[in-house]
Each structure stands twice: as structure tokens, then as C-alpha cells.
């Protein structure tokens, strides 16, 4: 199991720590999930997510290598912008999701997903040259500081204003010596910030946000039900190998005019469709869990991607991908053991209430 900079300090403070793509990470703290779950909605919290992929990107005639490498329409990604895409096979569906951030030039930064990052590595050698690319996930780390109050927070820390800052830009500072990278995104569905920093930095900045009072640490089990209530993608969940980027119902990504690589096929339907779905009562499903053709019935149409209690909404919900057939029906019936949970189809997000894309100035 790999270890962030910041494991030591987890497990110092009785976090509850679980394998997640290789790594051993923190689930949740002393005060559970959905008290994390709580404080990011309404506060803020810091997240560590050091176990995500970082790689530089930079080199002659590199934007238009990497504009048919991924999905992303770099032609309207001016520089302090970054932009969400994706990372696609041959036949459209998706080896990885991915930010790519603009930062000159022919330079350009990539954040992967841990899970996927051997593999995405080789593929981006290959579609951008050996050359042109440097995988520094080693000595770099990641700081997620995401709620309403992260503005307050951040600017209390740095001594520094980001009121200008626009969501999905991106801008430096220099912080006690070290550069870092301060970008407007998140994986909440609430105002906050991703912080990118040297890995000697780590350790530094999250004991320094944590002494702001209204800074409280959330583990990767109130990051799951955060951002399933705002609708957002997880790799291996909602998007994988198996289903194109329309089937997980995400066509509408898709606006660069480059020939990248799986476009000739990424917004096909071929088999399935992606629903969301309210369940009736508390009781949860999970991924790998079925949707069965009616009630009694031991026929597959579907199976459950992601599945939680919604804790800001006090019902649980699911995205499920259906045979294409069904997937205009209004009710389902999943399967959770031998439990059989009625369903209904809404639309996603399921939480509409989040702050992320608010003006600040």
C-alpha cells in the first residue's frame, strides 16, 4: 500500500484508513461521514487527495498532439484555464477522466485518477511522445479545501485575495517558500479550491488550513456521497472501458472540433444507458448490485453504478446503467441481495443547492 505525506498525521488522529486504488487512505475521521458530509456543505474541509496522478506536459507542437490525444477542446482553453475531459479508446469509451489545465504555451498540466494512472501514462507516451511528458506525481501533493467558507478560509492563511478567481481557473502563489498551484475546482458540488503544492509542502499546509476555525478534515467516504449528490462521474463507476462517454451521459462534453482519438465514436449508444434514480426510503445499493426487469424477476436489464443515502437530501439515490430499451421507463426495481428496493427515475444532480459555480467578486 502506498502512503500520502500526510499518513502519519491520519493516523495520529484515529482516522479510519482503507485501501483505495493502491493506497491507503482515510474513509472518515472521529466525527463519521456524515458529519463531514455536514461540514463541507455548510463550512469547509480539507481532503487529502495526494494519491492523485500529476503529469507535465510541454514541448514543441505539443497542444496539437495532446488535442487528439484527449477529448478536451483545448482551441477555447486559454492559458490559467483548465477544463474537464476525458482520456478515450479507439471505440470511444473512457480509459480515464481527467482535468488538463493550461499553463502556456505548448504546457500544459494533467491530474489523473491514482487508479488509472499506470496506464494512462503509457497511453499519453505514446500518443505524445516519451518526450513530452513527465509523470511528477512523486514529488508533488494535492490539498482539497472545498465549502462555502473556503474563500474566507484560504484568504486568512495566504494573506492573499482569489475573489477574481473565476471557477475552473487557475492561478500561482508562493506560500512560505513553496509555489503552488491554486485552482477554482473541485469534487463537491461546493465553492472550493484545489491546491497543488510541492510534497514538502504537504504536511505544512494542511496543519495550517486546519488552524483556521472553521476547518475541519473529511475522508474519501464524505467525498463519495458529496459528489454522488451533485451528479459527478467517478472513474471505474459511472465511466469505464465498457461504455462510451454518451452511454454514461456525458455526450454533452464533447465540443472540441480536433480529430482526437475515439471522437468517430464516443457519442454512440451502443447497449446501455446511464440513469439516475431516487430510491424509496434510506436503504442504499451499491456498485454491482442489480436492476431487475420487474418485481420477482430473476432477468438483468441494468446494473447499479454508484449507490449511497444522500445525507443532504434524506433519501438514498443511485446511477444505474440500463439496457437501452428501458431506459426511458419511470420506475425500477433493483436488486441488493436478496432485498428487492423500488425506484424512480429523476435527473442529476440529484442536490442543486451546491455553491461551486457562485461569483465571488
Known amino acids: 500500500m502506498l502512503q500520502t ?3 502519519e498525521w491520519h493516523k495520529a488522529h484515529n ?11 482515510p474513509i472518515q475521521y472521529e466525527d463519521g461521514i456524515l458529519a463531514e458530509h455536514a461540514h463541507t456543505r455548510t463550512q469547509a474541509s480539507v481532503f487529502d487527495i495526494c494519491h492523485m496522478a500529476q503529469f507535465m506536459v510541454k514541448g514543441s507542437n505539443v497542444a496539437e498532439l495532446l488535442k487528439k490525444a484527449v477529448s478536451h477542446n483545448l482551441d477555447t482553453l486559454a492559458v490559467g484555464k483548465c477544463r474537464y475531459g476525458f482520456l478515450l479508446t479507439e471505440q470511444g469509451t473512457v480509459i480515464d477522466d481527467l482535468i488538463v489545465y493550461h499553463l502556456g504555451e505548448d504546457h500544459f498540466f494533467l491530474v489523473v485518477n491514482a487508479g488509472c494512472a499506470e496506464k494512462d501514462f503509457s497511453t499519453l507516451q505514446e500518443r505524445l511522445g516519451k518526450e513530452n511528458i513527465e509523470n511528477i506525481s512523486p514529488k508533488s501533493g494535492k490539498i482539497d479545501l472545498q465549502g462555502p467558507k473556503s474563500p474566507e478560509v484560504l484568504e486568512a492563511v495566504t494573506k492573499q485575495s482569489f475573489r477574481d478567481l473565476k471557477y475552473f481557473s487557475f492561478t500561482h502563489i508562493d506560500y512560505k517558500g513553496h509555489k503552488i498551484l491554486v485552482s477554482r475546482t473541485g469534487y463537491t458540488g461546493e465553492l472550493g479550491y484545489e491546491l497543488y503544492c510541492p510534497r514538502e509542502a504537504v504536511l505544512t499546509l ?21 459528489r454522488l449528490e451533485c451528479g459527478l462521474a467517478l472513474y471505474g463507476h459511472e ?17 472540441s472540433e480536433a480529430d482526437y482519438i475515439g471522437k468517430a ?13 431516487k430510491l424509496e426510503g434510506r436503504r442504499t445499493v451499491r456498485n454491482g448490485d442489480l436492476v431487475i426487469k420487474e418485481s420477482g424477476s430473476d432477468e438483468a436489464i441494468g446494473t447499479v453504478a454508484s449507490g449511497s443515502f444522500a445525507p443532504s437530501l434524506g433519501f438514498a439515490v443511485a446511477f444505474a446503467f440500463v439496457k437501452k430499451e428501458y431506459a426511458d421507463n419511470g420506475s425500477f426495481v433493483l436488486k441488493a441481495g436478496r432485498s428487492e428496493i ?4 429523476t435527473t442529476a444532480p440529484f442536490y442543486t443547492e451546491g455553491t461551486a459555480r457562485i461569483k465571488l467578486s
Do not use: C, Q
Open 239 to 255: 465511466l469505464n472501458e465498457e461504455h462510451t462517454v454518451a452511454e454514461s451521459g456525458l455526450a454533452g462534453m464533447l465540443t
Open 15 to 25: 482516522a479510519k484508513t482503507a485501501p483505495f486504488a493502491g493506497w491507503d487512505m
Open 265 to 277: 465514436h464516443a457519442k454512440e449508444i451502443k447497449s446501455e444507458v446511464l440513469v439516475p434514480l
Open 5 to 7: 505525506p500526510l499518513y
Open 206 to 226: 494542511w496543519e495550517d488550513l486546519l488552524g483556521h476555525e472553521l476547518v475541519k478534515p473529511a475522508g474519501l467516504g464524505a467525498r463519495d456521497t458529496l
Open 342 to 345: 423500488a425506484a424512480k427515475k
